[in-house]
Protein backbone atom coordinates (compact mmCIF):
# COMPACT_ATOMS: atom_id res chain seq x y z
CA UNK A 1 0.00 0.00 0.00
CA UNK A 2 1.33 3.27 -0.90
CA UNK A 3 1.81 6.20 1.28
CA UNK A 4 -1.20 8.30 0.15
CA UNK A 5 -3.17 5.26 0.32
CA UNK A 6 -2.49 4.58 3.79
CA UNK A 7 -3.37 8.58 4.30
CA UNK A 8 -6.47 8.00 2.01
CA UNK A 9 -7.73 5.16 4.51
CA UNK A 10 -6.88 7.18 7.54
CA UNK A 11 -8.81 10.11 6.17
CA UNK A 12 -11.73 7.27 5.12
CA UNK A 13 -11.73 6.00 8.60
CA UNK A 14 -11.89 9.97 10.39
CA UNK A 15 -14.73 10.57 7.82
CA UNK A 16 -16.97 7.33 8.82
CA UNK A 17 -16.39 8.11 12.51
CA UNK A 18 -17.49 11.35 11.93
CA UNK A 19 -20.49 10.70 10.18
CA UNK A 20 -21.38 8.05 12.91
CA UNK A 21 -21.09 9.84 15.68
CA UNK A 22 -22.90 13.15 13.95
CA UNK A 23 -26.07 11.06 12.80
CA UNK A 24 -26.12 9.23 16.31
CA UNK A 25 -26.05 12.54 17.92
CA UNK A 26 -28.68 13.66 15.29
CA UNK A 27 -30.75 10.98 16.60
CA UNK A 28 -31.09 10.79 20.15
CA UNK A 29 -30.42 14.70 20.81
CA UNK A 30 -32.94 15.86 17.82
CA UNK A 31 -35.72 13.07 18.15
CA UNK A 32 -37.88 14.01 20.80
CA UNK A 33 -37.13 18.10 19.91
CA UNK A 34 -38.13 16.54 16.15
CA UNK A 35 -41.03 15.09 17.08
CA UNK A 36 -42.74 18.20 18.71
CA UNK A 37 -42.09 20.17 15.75
CA UNK A 38 -44.09 17.35 13.19
CA UNK A 39 -46.80 17.65 15.59
CA UNK A 40 -49.50 19.30 13.19
CA UNK A 41 -50.62 22.71 14.24
CA UNK A 42 -54.46 22.41 14.14
CA UNK A 43 -55.18 25.37 15.94
CA UNK A 44 -58.59 25.32 18.05
CA UNK A 45 -61.68 23.31 16.28
CA UNK A 46 -65.40 23.26 17.08
CA UNK A 47 -65.31 21.34 20.45
CA UNK A 48 -67.62 18.26 19.55
CA UNK A 49 -68.54 18.06 15.67
CA UNK A 50 -70.73 14.48 16.01
CA UNK A 51 -73.91 13.09 17.09
CA UNK A 52 -73.69 9.69 19.61
CA UNK A 53 -74.91 6.82 17.89
CA UNK A 54 -74.86 4.91 21.28
CA UNK A 55 -75.50 5.39 25.06
CA UNK A 56 -74.83 4.62 28.34
CA UNK A 57 -76.72 1.14 29.11
CA UNK A 58 -76.41 -0.01 25.37
CA UNK A 59 -74.46 -3.00 23.87
CA UNK A 60 -71.11 -1.78 22.32
CA UNK A 61 -70.69 -2.21 18.74
CA UNK A 62 -68.40 -4.73 17.94
CA UNK A 63 -65.44 -4.25 15.73
CA UNK A 64 -62.19 -6.01 14.65
CA UNK A 65 -59.66 -3.69 13.57
CA UNK A 66 -55.96 -4.53 12.57
CA UNK A 67 -53.71 -3.44 14.83
CA UNK A 68 -49.89 -1.90 14.38
CA UNK A 69 -48.29 -4.81 15.89
CA UNK A 70 -49.63 -6.67 13.02
CA UNK A 71 -52.82 -9.25 13.94
CA UNK A 72 -56.47 -8.03 14.18
CA UNK A 73 -57.80 -6.50 17.60
CA UNK A 74 -61.56 -6.64 18.61
CA UNK A 75 -63.75 -5.92 20.89
CA UNK A 76 -65.14 -9.10 21.54
CA UNK A 77 -62.27 -11.11 22.17
CA UNK A 78 -62.50 -8.94 25.91
CA UNK A 79 -65.93 -10.35 26.28
CA UNK A 80 -66.45 -11.58 29.63
CA UNK A 81 -62.62 -11.37 30.39
CA UNK A 82 -61.57 -7.30 30.83
CA UNK A 83 -63.19 -4.29 31.40
CA UNK A 84 -62.08 -2.20 28.10
CA UNK A 85 -62.00 1.38 27.86
CA UNK A 86 -61.68 2.28 24.06
CA UNK A 87 -60.02 5.67 23.29
CA UNK A 88 -60.61 7.61 20.24
CA UNK A 89 -57.93 10.41 18.91
CA UNK A 90 -58.49 12.55 16.20
CA UNK A 91 -55.78 11.93 14.22
CA UNK A 92 -52.19 10.80 14.61
CA UNK A 93 -49.60 13.84 14.54
CA UNK A 94 -51.79 16.29 16.34
CA UNK A 95 -51.38 18.33 19.28
CA UNK A 96 -53.47 16.92 22.36
CA UNK A 97 -53.30 13.22 21.54
CA UNK A 98 -49.89 13.34 21.35
CA UNK A 99 -49.86 14.12 24.71
CA UNK A 100 -52.90 11.55 25.63
CA UNK A 101 -51.63 8.26 24.78
CA UNK A 102 -48.27 8.44 26.75
CA UNK A 103 -49.98 9.58 29.62
CA UNK A 104 -51.92 6.01 29.55
CA UNK A 105 -48.60 4.81 29.28
CA UNK A 106 -47.47 5.19 32.71
CA UNK A 107 -50.83 5.06 33.94
CA UNK A 108 -51.11 0.96 33.33
CA UNK A 109 -50.97 0.15 37.31
CA UNK A 110 -54.58 1.97 37.44
CA UNK A 111 -56.07 -0.20 33.69
CA UNK A 112 -54.54 -3.56 35.55
CA UNK A 113 -56.06 -3.15 39.13
CA UNK A 114 -59.29 -2.49 37.51
CA UNK A 115 -59.13 -5.29 35.10
CA UNK A 116 -58.82 -3.42 32.41
CA UNK A 117 -57.57 -2.69 28.67
CA UNK A 118 -57.11 0.23 27.01
CA UNK A 119 -58.06 -0.10 22.85
CA UNK A 120 -56.52 3.70 21.08
CA UNK A 121 -58.34 3.57 17.82
CA UNK A 122 -57.86 6.60 15.32
CA UNK A 123 -58.98 6.73 11.40
CA UNK A 124 -55.07 6.70 10.27
CA UNK A 125 -53.49 3.89 8.15
CA UNK A 126 -51.25 1.19 10.10
CA UNK A 127 -47.70 2.71 8.37
CA UNK A 128 -49.13 6.49 9.94
CA UNK A 129 -50.14 5.01 13.41
CA UNK A 130 -46.96 2.89 13.74
CA UNK A 131 -44.39 5.93 13.00
CA UNK A 132 -46.37 7.68 15.16
CA UNK A 133 -46.55 5.53 18.00
CA UNK A 134 -43.13 4.56 17.80
CA UNK A 135 -41.99 8.30 18.25
CA UNK A 136 -44.72 8.62 21.77
CA UNK A 137 -42.53 6.61 23.80
CA UNK A 138 -39.08 4.86 24.10
CA UNK A 139 -40.64 1.66 25.25
CA UNK A 140 -43.88 0.09 23.23
CA UNK A 141 -46.98 1.19 24.25
CA UNK A 142 -48.68 -1.79 26.57
CA UNK A 143 -52.13 -1.60 24.70
CA UNK A 144 -52.99 -2.05 21.66
CA UNK A 145 -53.33 0.54 18.55
CA UNK A 146 -56.03 0.12 15.77
CA UNK A 147 -56.61 1.63 12.86
CA UNK A 148 -60.26 2.60 11.89
CA UNK A 149 -59.08 3.94 8.45
CA UNK A 150 -60.67 1.77 5.65
CA UNK A 151 -63.79 1.78 5.75
CA UNK A 152 -62.66 5.03 6.76
CA UNK A 153 -63.97 5.52 10.42
CA UNK A 154 -66.33 3.22 10.42
CA UNK A 155 -66.29 2.37 13.88
CA UNK A 156 -66.54 5.29 14.91
CA UNK A 157 -69.22 6.71 12.89
CA UNK A 158 -71.11 3.44 14.77
CA UNK A 159 -70.10 4.75 17.81
CA UNK A 160 -71.17 8.15 16.44
CA UNK A 161 -67.71 10.44 17.10
CA UNK A 162 -66.80 10.16 13.65
CA UNK A 163 -66.30 14.33 13.17
CA UNK A 164 -67.48 15.84 9.69
CA UNK A 165 -64.18 16.49 8.50
CA UNK A 166 -62.96 13.01 8.82
CA UNK A 167 -61.20 12.97 11.73
CA UNK A 168 -62.62 11.22 15.12
CA UNK A 169 -63.89 13.41 18.32
CA UNK A 170 -61.34 12.49 21.36
CA UNK A 171 -63.97 10.46 23.20
CA UNK A 172 -63.47 7.54 25.99
CA UNK A 173 -65.98 5.06 26.26
CA UNK A 174 -66.15 2.35 29.20
CA UNK A 175 -67.55 -0.94 27.94
CA UNK A 176 -67.85 -3.65 30.74
CA UNK A 177 -67.17 -7.04 30.74
CA UNK A 178 -70.90 -8.19 29.68
CA UNK A 179 -70.30 -5.83 26.40
CA UNK A 180 -72.33 -3.16 28.20
CA UNK A 181 -71.24 0.56 27.76
CA UNK A 182 -71.25 1.98 31.43
CA UNK A 183 -69.27 5.76 30.43
CA UNK A 184 -68.47 7.90 27.84
CA UNK A 185 -67.07 11.15 27.64
CA UNK A 186 -66.96 12.59 24.07
CA UNK A 187 -64.65 15.27 25.34
CA UNK A 188 -63.31 18.96 23.97
CA UNK A 189 -61.32 18.24 21.41
CA UNK A 190 -59.16 20.84 22.31
CA UNK A 191 -58.42 19.25 25.62
CA UNK A 192 -57.13 16.37 27.23
CA UNK A 193 -59.46 14.47 29.62
CA UNK A 194 -57.98 14.59 33.02
CA UNK A 195 -56.91 10.79 33.63
CA UNK A 196 -58.71 10.81 37.20
CA UNK A 197 -61.77 10.97 35.66
CA UNK A 198 -61.48 7.90 33.78
CA UNK A 199 -59.66 6.21 36.54
CA UNK A 200 -62.65 6.70 38.90
CA UNK A 201 -65.04 5.49 36.08
CA UNK A 202 -62.62 2.42 36.28
CA UNK A 203 -63.00 1.78 39.60
CA UNK A 204 -67.06 2.32 39.55
CA UNK A 205 -67.57 -0.01 36.67
CA UNK A 206 -65.34 -2.89 38.19
CA UNK A 207 -67.08 -2.65 41.15
CA UNK A 208 -70.30 -2.88 39.62
CA UNK A 209 -71.58 0.42 40.18
CA UNK A 210 -73.29 3.55 38.09
CA UNK A 211 -70.63 5.66 37.25
CA UNK A 212 -71.62 9.40 38.35
CA UNK A 213 -70.91 11.31 34.78
CA UNK A 214 -69.59 15.24 34.84
CA UNK A 215 -71.62 17.42 33.12
CA UNK A 216 -68.77 19.18 31.35
CA UNK A 217 -68.39 15.86 29.86
CA UNK A 218 -71.86 16.80 27.67
CA UNK A 219 -71.80 20.36 27.76
CA UNK A 220 -70.04 20.54 24.59
CA UNK A 221 -71.35 17.69 22.88
CA UNK A 222 -73.81 17.64 19.54
CA UNK A 223 -76.02 15.26 21.09
CA UNK A 224 -76.59 14.95 24.77
CA UNK A 225 -77.95 11.50 26.10
CA UNK B 1 -8.71 13.39 -9.48
CA UNK B 2 -5.78 12.15 -8.03
CA UNK B 3 -6.14 9.98 -5.03
CA UNK B 4 -4.26 12.92 -2.65
CA UNK B 5 -6.62 15.33 -3.68
CA UNK B 6 -9.84 13.15 -2.54
CA UNK B 7 -8.60 12.23 0.88
CA UNK B 8 -7.85 16.47 1.28
CA UNK B 9 -11.38 16.89 0.22
CA UNK B 10 -12.95 13.62 2.38
CA UNK B 11 -11.19 15.31 5.32
CA UNK B 12 -12.48 18.80 4.50
CA UNK B 13 -15.86 17.88 3.89
CA UNK B 14 -15.87 15.70 7.49
CA UNK B 15 -14.02 18.70 8.98
CA UNK B 16 -17.21 20.98 8.06
CA UNK B 17 -19.50 18.85 8.93
CA UNK B 18 -18.47 18.39 12.19
CA UNK B 19 -17.90 22.50 12.60
CA UNK B 20 -21.19 22.52 11.29
CA UNK B 21 -23.60 20.25 13.35
CA UNK B 22 -20.93 19.60 16.38
CA UNK B 23 -20.57 16.47 15.96
CA UNK B 24 -21.67 14.36 18.67
CA UNK B 25 -21.76 17.75 21.06
CA UNK B 26 -24.82 19.29 19.40
CA UNK B 27 -25.53 21.32 22.60
CA UNK B 28 -22.37 23.40 21.48
CA UNK B 29 -23.50 23.99 18.05
CA UNK B 30 -26.44 26.29 17.69
CA UNK B 31 -26.22 26.34 13.96
CA UNK B 32 -26.95 22.93 13.69
CA UNK B 33 -30.41 23.47 14.41
CA UNK B 34 -32.24 20.24 12.91
CA UNK B 35 -30.20 18.30 15.73
CA UNK B 36 -30.58 20.60 18.61
CA UNK B 37 -33.25 23.30 18.41
CA UNK B 38 -33.37 24.78 22.10
CA UNK B 39 -32.32 28.44 22.82
CA UNK B 40 -30.12 27.77 26.11
CA UNK B 41 -29.99 31.82 27.60
CA UNK B 42 -32.45 33.47 25.44
CA UNK B 43 -35.92 35.80 26.57
CA UNK B 44 -33.55 36.85 29.32
CA UNK B 45 -35.13 39.07 31.62
CA UNK B 46 -37.97 39.68 34.59
CA UNK B 47 -39.30 37.24 35.81
CA UNK B 48 -42.98 36.95 36.68
CA UNK B 49 -44.29 36.32 40.12
CA UNK B 50 -46.85 33.68 40.76
CA UNK B 51 -47.56 31.72 44.01
CA UNK B 52 -47.62 27.63 44.57
CA UNK B 53 -49.31 25.59 46.91
CA UNK B 54 -47.17 25.00 49.79
CA UNK B 55 -45.97 21.30 49.14
CA UNK B 56 -47.19 19.07 51.53
CA UNK B 57 -44.35 17.12 52.26
CA UNK B 58 -41.92 17.79 55.14
CA UNK B 59 -38.78 17.25 52.99
CA UNK B 60 -40.10 19.48 50.20
CA UNK B 61 -40.60 22.39 52.14
CA UNK B 62 -37.67 21.96 54.09
CA UNK B 63 -36.24 22.13 50.82
CA UNK B 64 -37.84 25.24 49.83
CA UNK B 65 -37.01 27.31 52.80
CA UNK B 66 -40.74 26.81 54.67
CA UNK B 67 -42.44 25.80 57.56
CA UNK B 68 -45.91 27.30 56.80
CA UNK B 69 -49.36 26.15 55.51
CA UNK B 70 -50.77 27.88 52.44
CA UNK B 71 -50.17 29.42 48.89
CA UNK B 72 -46.66 31.07 48.57
CA UNK B 73 -44.66 33.14 46.95
CA UNK B 74 -42.08 31.60 44.20
CA UNK B 75 -39.66 34.50 45.18
CA UNK B 76 -39.82 33.59 48.88
CA UNK B 77 -37.77 30.25 47.93
CA UNK B 78 -34.30 30.07 49.56
CA UNK B 79 -32.36 30.20 46.98
CA UNK B 80 -30.01 32.20 44.98
CA UNK B 81 -30.70 30.69 42.27
CA UNK B 82 -33.69 28.53 41.07
CA UNK B 83 -34.60 26.26 37.86
CA UNK B 84 -37.74 25.59 36.67
CA UNK B 85 -38.95 22.88 34.42
CA UNK B 86 -41.91 23.20 32.77
CA UNK B 87 -43.01 19.95 32.30
CA UNK B 88 -46.15 18.01 31.07
CA UNK B 89 -47.33 14.91 32.80
CA UNK B 90 -48.31 12.86 29.83
CA UNK B 91 -45.56 14.24 27.66
CA UNK B 92 -43.54 11.79 26.03
CA UNK B 93 -40.17 14.05 25.98
CA UNK B 94 -40.92 14.73 29.41
CA UNK B 95 -40.74 11.58 30.35
CA UNK B 96 -37.41 11.02 28.76
CA UNK B 97 -36.11 13.91 30.44
CA UNK B 98 -36.60 13.28 33.86
CA UNK B 99 -33.60 10.82 34.23
CA UNK B 100 -31.41 13.54 33.39
CA UNK B 101 -33.39 16.73 35.40
CA UNK B 102 -33.08 14.29 38.42
CA UNK B 103 -29.28 13.80 37.57
CA UNK B 104 -28.81 17.72 37.67
CA UNK B 105 -31.05 17.47 40.79
CA UNK B 106 -28.13 15.00 42.98
CA UNK B 107 -25.42 16.83 41.28
CA UNK B 108 -26.10 20.00 43.23
CA UNK B 109 -27.56 18.21 46.12
CA UNK B 110 -24.19 16.67 45.83
CA UNK B 111 -22.16 19.96 46.16
CA UNK B 112 -21.64 21.86 49.17
CA UNK B 113 -21.27 25.06 46.91
CA UNK B 114 -24.44 24.83 45.65
CA UNK B 115 -26.99 23.03 47.75
CA UNK B 116 -28.69 25.58 49.83
CA UNK B 117 -27.94 28.55 46.67
CA UNK B 118 -29.41 26.61 43.53
CA UNK B 119 -33.09 24.65 43.92
CA UNK B 120 -35.01 22.79 41.17
CA UNK B 121 -38.87 22.91 41.28
CA UNK B 122 -41.08 21.60 38.14
CA UNK B 123 -44.61 23.05 37.23
CA UNK B 124 -47.03 20.49 35.56
CA UNK B 125 -48.64 22.56 32.42
CA UNK B 126 -52.35 21.75 31.74
CA UNK B 127 -51.75 18.38 34.30
CA UNK B 128 -53.81 17.82 37.12
CA UNK B 129 -52.66 17.50 40.75
CA UNK B 130 -53.48 13.42 40.38
CA UNK B 131 -51.37 13.26 36.88
CA UNK B 132 -48.30 15.33 38.52
CA UNK B 133 -48.30 12.97 41.29
CA UNK B 134 -48.28 10.20 38.70
CA UNK B 135 -45.90 11.69 36.65
CA UNK B 136 -43.58 12.04 40.08
CA UNK B 137 -44.43 8.81 41.02
CA UNK B 138 -43.65 7.28 37.90
CA UNK B 139 -40.73 8.93 36.99
CA UNK B 140 -38.99 9.11 40.45
CA UNK B 141 -38.54 12.91 40.39
CA UNK B 142 -36.82 14.22 43.47
CA UNK B 143 -37.63 17.69 43.76
CA UNK B 144 -40.91 19.50 44.28
CA UNK B 145 -43.60 19.19 41.25
CA UNK B 146 -46.89 21.55 41.13
CA UNK B 147 -49.95 21.66 39.09
CA UNK B 148 -50.68 24.23 36.33
CA UNK B 149 -54.28 22.88 35.15
CA UNK B 150 -55.64 26.18 34.13
CA UNK B 151 -52.20 27.00 32.46
CA UNK B 152 -52.20 29.96 34.97
CA UNK B 153 -48.02 30.10 35.01
CA UNK B 154 -47.50 28.63 31.63
CA UNK B 155 -49.19 32.15 29.82
CA UNK B 156 -47.36 33.98 32.54
CA UNK B 157 -43.74 32.23 31.30
CA UNK B 158 -44.47 32.24 27.97
CA UNK B 159 -44.27 28.39 27.29
CA UNK B 160 -45.03 26.79 24.19
CA UNK B 161 -43.60 23.47 24.59
CA UNK B 162 -42.50 20.87 27.21
CA UNK B 163 -40.39 20.55 28.72
CA UNK B 164 -38.77 23.90 28.71
CA UNK B 165 -36.14 24.88 31.66
CA UNK B 166 -36.25 28.80 32.99
CA UNK B 167 -33.26 29.84 35.53
CA UNK B 168 -34.18 32.58 37.38
CA UNK B 169 -31.76 34.33 39.57
CA UNK B 170 -33.24 35.69 43.37
CA UNK B 171 -31.14 39.01 44.12
CA UNK B 172 -30.83 40.25 47.56
CA UNK B 173 -33.29 42.54 47.18
CA UNK B 174 -35.78 40.08 46.13
CA UNK B 175 -36.22 41.11 42.79
CA UNK B 176 -35.80 38.55 40.12
CA UNK B 177 -34.09 38.18 36.38
CA UNK B 178 -34.32 34.64 34.34
CA UNK B 179 -31.54 34.30 32.49
CA UNK B 180 -32.05 31.11 30.83
CA UNK B 181 -34.59 29.74 28.87
CA UNK B 182 -34.36 26.51 26.48
CA UNK B 183 -37.02 24.57 25.12
CA UNK B 184 -36.33 20.81 24.50
CA UNK B 185 -34.91 18.13 26.45
CA UNK B 186 -31.24 17.66 27.33
CA UNK B 187 -29.22 14.63 27.80
CA UNK B 188 -26.13 16.13 29.24
CA UNK B 189 -26.96 17.38 33.38
CA UNK B 190 -23.50 18.57 34.25
CA UNK B 191 -23.19 20.64 31.01
CA UNK B 192 -26.72 21.74 31.61
CA UNK B 193 -25.72 22.43 35.03
CA UNK B 194 -22.43 23.99 34.19
CA UNK B 195 -24.37 26.34 31.87
CA UNK B 196 -26.61 27.16 35.05
CA UNK B 197 -23.62 27.83 36.87
CA UNK B 198 -21.70 29.80 34.06
CA UNK B 199 -25.06 32.19 33.53
CA UNK B 200 -26.10 32.87 36.80
CA UNK B 201 -22.51 34.00 37.31
CA UNK B 202 -23.04 32.34 40.97
CA UNK B 203 -19.84 30.90 41.15
CA UNK B 204 -17.97 34.18 40.51
CA UNK B 205 -19.93 35.34 43.45
CA UNK B 206 -18.83 32.67 45.47
CA UNK B 207 -15.58 33.38 45.00
Redesign the interface.
Known sequence: MSRIGKLQWVLLCFLGIAIVMTATAVTVHGQAVDFQKNIFPVGTLKPTDSILRVKIGDRAPNFSLPGVEGGRVSLGQYLGKRNVVISFVPAAWTPVCSDQWPGYQIAKDFFDKNNAILIGITVDNIPTLYSWTRQMSSEKLWFPVVSDFYPHGAVASAYGVLRSDGTAERALFVVDKKGIIRYIDVHNINERPPLEDLIHALEEVNKDRSVEVHPYIYSNSSCPR | MP??K???V??A??AF??FV???????SAPL?S?????EPSGNNGIFPAFTLPVPKSDAERAYLGFSGTGPFDVRQIKAQVLIIEVF??????C???APYVNEVYEAIEGRLDLKDQVKIIGVGM?S?P??VD??KE??HVLFPLFADKDMVIEKLLSID?TPTFIGVKINKDGSQERFYFR???F?NASQFLSEIIRLSGIAQEAK
Open positions: KGIGVLFASLICGGPFPECFAYSSGAFCSHHHARTFELFKLARGPE
